[in-house]
């Protein structure tokens, strides 16, 4: 698997099976590989289907875009479909979005999850977790237009929901075949000016793992108020 980023990828054999990337912004591009096994697959955004791509190749090649695409800035629905019952995988997903105004300096304001900015409750359920030495700023534990989230995934980690704002919450979940530290665990663009707060919360049905914060970008412009 070196020839995978980090080590590791997705992969199907499933005619129909469908892997779903939610995104705001306006190009994307979907990484992988194509192999003597693989097979016939296709791609919809917004629910328009693009045609029928072939994953084969002799000799195997790596790194390779299986699907791209250009939309207007806004929030859009990738799905990435197998074709028939032989092979397909997918390393990695770019995806390219805008925050502000154009020709405007990106600010980027790192909180470590020490920060005063993260509050944890209840204060009993938080401590540091056993890997923190593969955290960035070697801890375990906003406002403006867009934030990610970092931290942890793999076999002993949980689902969780999060939400901004008063916003509905959405379910991901951390747990994954292999450990990897300093993940993007949660992205979300076009917050809009002023104060948001993220809340996550452990998802009871599937809270038996651990769930690690590292640190969160907050990403913002001049023309936001961002300092």
């Known amino acids: 698997m070196d020839q995978y980023s980090e080590a590791s990828f997705f992969v199907s054999q499933t005619k129909g099976a469908?892997?779903?990337?939610?995104?705001?912004?306006?190009?994307?591009?979907?990484?992988g590989a194509k192999r003597g096994n693989h097979g016939p697959y296709h791609a919809t955004i917004d629910g328009i289907a693009s045609e029928t791509f072939s994953g084969v190749s002799n000799p195997?090649?790596?790194?390779?875009?299986?699907?791209?695409?250009?939309?207007?800035?806004g929030n859009h629905a990738l799905a990435f479909l197998n074709d028939d019952n032989t092979f397909i995988d997918v390393d990695y997903v770019?995806?390219?979005?805008?925050?502000?105004?154009?020709?405007?300096?990106?600010?980027?304001?790192?909180?470590?999850?020490?920060h005063p900015a993260f509050n944890?409750?209840?204060?009993?359920?938080?401590?540091?977790?056993?890997?923190?030495?593969?955290?960035?700023?070697?801890?375990?534990?906003?406002?403006?237009d867009a934030i990610a989230l970092y931290?942890?995934?793999?076999?002993?980690?949980?689902?969780?929901?999060?939400?901004?704002?008063?916003?509905?919450p959405l379910s991901l979940n951390a747990n994954k075949q292999f450990y990897r530290s300093q993940q993007i665990l949660f992205f979300a663009a076009n917050l809009g000016k002023g104060e948001h707060?993220?809340?996550?919360?452990?998802?009871?049905?599937?809270?038996?793992?651990?769930?690690?914060?590292?640190?969160?970008?907050?990403?913002?412009?001049?023309?936001?108020?961002?300092t």
Not at 199 to 221: K, R
Request: hydrophobic residues 30%; without cysteine.
């Open 151 to 168: 931290g942890p995934v793999g076999p002993a980690s949980s689902g969780f929901s999060v939400k901004i704002d008063s916003g509905v």
């Open 197 to 226: 707060t993220l809340t996550l919360n452990l998802n009871s049905a599937t809270s038996s793992g651990e769930f690690a914060i590292d640190y969160a970008n907050v990403y913002t412009t001049p023309s936001l108020g961002g």
């Open 18 to 31: 469908t892997m779903s990337f939610s995104f705001y912004g306006t190009s994307l591009a979907v990484i």
């Open 60 to 73: 195997d090649q790596f790194n390779q875009t299986l699907f791209s695409s250009e939309s207007p800035l």
């Open 94 to 114: 770019v995806f390219q979005s805008s925050i502000g105004e154009d020709g405007e300096n990106l600010i980027v304001n790192t909180f470590q999850d020490t």
């Open 120 to 144: 944890y409750a209840p204060s009993s359920s938080w401590g540091t977790p056993s890997n923190v030495g593969t955290f960035s700023g070697g801890s375990g534990q906003s406002a403006r």
